[in-house]
């Protein structure tokens, strides 16, 4: 099959006049893989469409929000009816609260919840408030992981950062980055040998629960129990960034799904799928930390756009659908895309690994397990790149970038997992056409 991209090509020479790489996030354009990305126009269920009439399978899912897939009757009819009746106040209004006591009702331990427009800001205000609880300064994160684009998170991040290959960018003061401390993921030494000689001057230590910003790699065991271990024993705040993990792991994401192993983080963030595709995000908590917040407290936070009344009616009606059953439907599909992918590299002898936590899965195309971000570096991003260009040809969407998930819809049809794996099949031949190193 050969598309006409004319018309994306065209857009995107436009696009490049006025938007700086002709786009409005750096992953999208295809910097690393190489080609011009396509312009979409339309999605429904599991497919979307770009501006030249292609059809493809959608296995990106706009970096996880569409859970239940684009442009679901339920979510529509929600944000119709909540655009009729205005777009904003800049004021209080109902949605915000029933979003907040539907995401209190799934996580345990989160008492109050405070909306903000992007992860990025939901983790700038963590970040804050712990430095507010601790008064000081040190933040501890993990090279590979990305927790948005605020200065002092900015630095060893992951996904565009890591697909871009920048270590750190320009524009991050030496101050800023000197109170950012990075270490290596799954290295309990590494943070065991910080906390103890600088344990009394760290603020928090932030983590994703299963980082799936440099592709998914999963905790060593007790990973995250020790670290909310080692904060709590030193008086710093554990901040758990479920952005991309939040009510896409479980109904009530990542840590509703290990509460009962007996540790708490302090601060949750979340985005992605609590909007259901528009600008919602949070930042979640005990009543007790949450409350430095301003009005009630001193630290200050604050959003024109905040509780948007039409987004977070999206987010509500998109977690009224997030139920057991889609949860079940999602780890099915996931395991099966996973595994025909595999099968198909493994066919044509290209090196790679399947890691996952539930649903969320990624492909490295290196021929050793990944545990860190060192790891993922180690991958044949070629190889990537020609798979990748394959399957977009062939119709089916993956991220544009060897270092993200992969993210699976409740609308996947079973036709749609068999397209996926004959797609996958030519585009293994294609990867394997580049060498192994
Ligand atoms: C996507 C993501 C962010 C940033 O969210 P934006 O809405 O893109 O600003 C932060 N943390 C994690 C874990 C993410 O996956």
Redesign the pocket.
Same mark, same amino acid.
């Given at each position: 099959m050969t598309q006409d991209i004319h018309n994306s090509q065209s857009w995107h020479q436009r696009a490049q006049q006025v938007i700086p790489g002709g786009v409005s996030s750096p992953v999208r354009a295809f910097k690393s893989v190489g080609g011009t990305p396509r312009y979409f126009v339309r999605g429904e269920g599991s497919h979307i469409w770009d501006v030249d009439g292609n059809e493809y399978i959608d296995l990106v899912g706009s970096?996880g929000p569409m859970i239940v897939g684009h442009a679901h009757p339920q979510v529509v009819l929600a944000v119709t009816e909540a655009a009729k009746l205005s777009a904003s106040f800049g004021a209080p209004s109902p949605n915000e609260v029933l979003l907040a006591e539907e995401i209190i009702s799934r996580v345990p331990t989160i008492e109050r919840v405070r909306f903000v427009s992007? %992860?990025?800001e939901a983790?700038m205000t963590a970040v804050r408030l712990a430095r507010a609880a601790t008064g000081r300064a040190l933040i501890v994160k993990f090279a590979g992981c990305?927790?948005?684009h605020s200065d002092a998170l900015l630095v060893q991040a992951g996904s565009g950062v890591a697909t871009l290959g920048l270590p750190n960018s320009p524009g991050v003061t030496e101050g800023q980055a000197q109170d950012t401390l990075v270490l290596e993921y799954n290295n309990l030494q590494q943070l065991q040998e910080l906390f103890a000689t600088r344990g009394s001057d760290i603020a928090a230590v932030i983590t994703?629960p299963v980082p /799936?910003?440099m592709g998914v790699v999963p905790p060593i065991e007790n990973f995250n129990a020790t670290i909310a271990a080692i904060t709590k024993q030193h008086g710093a705040i554990f901040i758990f960034?479920e952005?991309?993990t939040g009510f896409r792991i479980s109904r009530g994401g990542y840590f509703a799904a290990h509460h009962t192993e007996g540790w708490v983080p302090d601060l949750f963030t979340f %985005?992605?799928v609590i909007g259901g595709g528009y600008p919602v /995000?949070a930042i979640a908590g005990g009543a007790q930390i949450m409350e430095l917040l301003a009005p009630t407290g001193s630290v200050y936070q604050a959003g024109t756009l905040s509780g948007n009344p039409v987004a977070t009616a999206a987010g509500l009606a998109t977690l009224q659908l997030c139920d057991e059953a889609l949860y079940k439907t999602l780890d099915t599909r996931a395991a099966q895309v996973g595994s025909a992918i595999s099968e198909a590299l493994a066919a044509e002898g290209v090196a790679h690994q399947l890691q996952n936590d539930g649903n969320l899965f990624s492909i490295f195309f290196t021929d050793q397990p990944v545990r860190n971000f060192a790891d993922a570096s180690k991958q044949n991003t070629k190889q990537f790149a020609a798979f990748f260009n394959a399957m977009l040809e062939n119709g089916v969407s993956i991220p544009p970038s060897a270092f993200e998930a992969w993210f699976v819809s409740g609308a996947l049809s079973d036709s749609d997992c068999e397209r996926i794996s004959r797609v996958a099949r030519i585009s293994a031949k294609h990867a394997s056409q580049f060498s192994h190193s």
């Open positions: 970096w992007s %992860g990025t983790v990305y927790h948005g994703e /799936a910003n960034d952005v991309m %985005g992605k /995000a």
